[in-house]
């Protein structure tokens, strides 16, 4: 397991020194430089003799490969560059905007699990009932909904028309539901058509037969077999609405005038403020790889076999019965029986 999860480490390392060094490549490229930007942001315009003086001092003129290694190296240091249009760190400002996107997308994970779990199992459980159809139909449309347009109905209905919520975001729990809805409810939609597929290919296993031939409630069989290895690609879907979600959704927090994450890109990016953008990509970069880091390990330890080499024996999980996998050896006796 330790090995695995230094080799998994060792590639990483190489994704983000590659993410990293695309976004110098790129960011360098750019019609405006550094020092141009920096007298822009300020309102002043630069002469040409003050532009080439001012490249010299922040080593504009070095090749791009030795650029990259000081930045590189500033980088680990903690040291991301000074925003133009904030005239902070790029850390300052990330450190700022960060509580915000995570409170947000935290609630937001939450309310999509609440939603697309319990009616992820009960369009299964009531396949091809008027649940069922009632459930998938709400779902279509709510996939089919981008998330601008929901927020622009929700802002308009219950903030405008019924005065419920205010219209502009602030930092209290008030103004959040909206913002946190909107990104909930598309999220929530997708995830309940994966679990009730998941859960659907469970049901329709010959393990499932055996252990209702054996005379197990539904209830057991549900909660002890099929939930269990319904969550492996479950699991992995999260992973990636995790890093979406903390990566800052910068629409809904620019609709919605939230100050988090994404609505400071946009803000750099419409500023050609080339350092906070930098910071933004190792921000996303990171938070990817270190939760398909996360991911990779809860599915690796879903496996049976691997818990039984950790666990150093040859029992079951738990003395409950409930068996995790299909390839243990209890679903194996299962189905010989």
């Given amino acids: 397991m330790y090995r695995y999860i230094g080799k998994r480490l060792i590639q990483l390392i190489f994704v983000l020194l590659g993410v990293t060094f695309l976004t110098f490549v790129v960011t360098s490229a750019a019609p405006s430089d550094a020092a141009e930007m920096s007298y822009l942001s300020k309102g002043f315009t630069p002469s040409a003799k003050l532009l080439e003086e001012t490249r010299e001092e922040m ?9 990259y290694a000081r930045w590189l190296s500033d980088a680990l240091h903690g040291d ?42 009960l369009t299964a459980v009531y396949k091809n009932s008027i649940v069922d159809y009632a459930v998938r139909l709400i779902t279509f449309v709510g996939n089919s909904i981008p998330n601008f347009w929901l927020a622009l109905i929700l802002m308009f209905v219950l903030a405008v028309k019924l005065n419920w919520f205010p219209v502009i975001g602030s930092d209290d729990w008030h103004s959040m539901i909206l913002p946190m809805v909107t990104l909930a409810v598309p999220l929530a939609c ?32 549900m909660l002890c077999h099929v939930l269990p290895n319904s969550l492996v690609p479950v ?64 599915c690796h330890l879903m496996d049976p076999l ?22 243990d050896a209890g679903f194996q006796k299962e189905r010989e029986w």
């Fill in 306 to 327: 691997q818990r039984r080499r950790l666990k150093g024996n040859g029992k079951a999980d738990g003395a409950n019965g409930c068996h995790r996998n299909k390839s």
């Fill in 59 to 67: 080593g504009l003129k070095d090749p791009l490969l030795i650029r």
């Fill in 235 to 298: 699991i992995t879907l999260i992973g990636l609405s995790i890093g979406h979600l903390l990566g800052g959704a910068a629409i809904v927090e620019t609709i919605f005038s939230w100050q988090g994450i994404g609505n400071m890109v946009v803000e750099a990016i419409r500023n050609r403020d080339y350092p906070v953008i930098q910071g933004y990509v190792i921000w996303m970069a990171l938070i990817y790889v270190l939760i398909n880091l996360a991911v990779d390990i809860a």
């Fill in 80 to 121: 991301l560059g000074q925003s133009y249009s904030y005239e902070e760190s790029v850390l300052t400002q990330l450190s700022r905007k960060l509580p915000g996107t995570l409170r947000l997308a935290g609630s937001a994970l939450m309310l999509m699990l609440l939603m697309a779990f319990p009616l992820g199992i």
């Fill in 190 to 221: 997708s995830y309940i058509r994966q679990i009730r597929a998941a859960v659907l290919e469970e049901l329709s296993q010959e393990y499932v037969t055996g252990a209702r031939a054996r005379g197990l409630s539904e209830r057991r069989i």
